[in-house]
């Protein structure tokens, strides 16, 4: 079995024992369904890993399991909005789903934070750098203009902007979009 798929797994028992013994979890199939608040499995107490697969066990309110591979969950969210996504058998944060612009994930890496983006929320996570934003946008010219001109040398493209209550590069695509 994929060791980083134990980790993963070993994530997310920690990340809902906090709040699956009073709350609900909503576990979503798709990203639509993220979007929408429409979760396809009802009534979920938690979430934990499969021992000895790459497999997934939702427990229901009424204490029935129900076994599901990795990939067919997308992810899972709290009645506290937290809202996490699992990708490649890894575990992300969402930071921001932004159905007009940009996904932004955080992973928690010791005691660092490490940023990640995908184009769309059912797109390849990538590493949040200019690089990778560059790669991923090759072809949107006024994004790439924003990334050099605006976006200094000592700022990091996760910076979250107070004043627009967004991501800064969500709020340059924003921009080019609304062109």
Known sequence: MN????????TVIF????????????????????????ST??????????????SLILVSKVKT??????????????KNGSLNGIYKNDLYKVSLADTSAVCIYTKKSGK???????????????PLYKSTLKQA????TCFIQKIEKEL??????NQFEKSTGTFKIAQ?????YSK
Not at 3 to 10: H, M, N, Q, Y
């Open 3 to 10: 060791s980083k798929l134990i980790i993963t797994l070993i």
């Open 15 to 38: 990340a809902t024992y906090g709040f699956s013994q009073s709350n609900e979890i909503a576990v979503y199939s798709t990203s639509k369904e993220m979007y929408d608040s429409k």
């Open 41 to 54: 499995w009802k009534n979920v107490k938690s979430l934990r890993p499969a021992l000895w697969s790459d």
């Open 65 to 78: 399991k129900s076994k599901y591979a990795s990939n067919q969950i997308w992810g899972y969210g709290a």
């Open 112 to 126: 660092y934070t490490k940023y990640y983006f995908s184009k769309t929320a059912d797109s390849e996570i990538l």
């Open 137 to 140: 946008f090759a072809t949107n």
């Open 152 to 157: 200094k040398l000592y700022e990091d493209p």
């Open 172 to 176: 340059f695509l924003k921009d080019c």
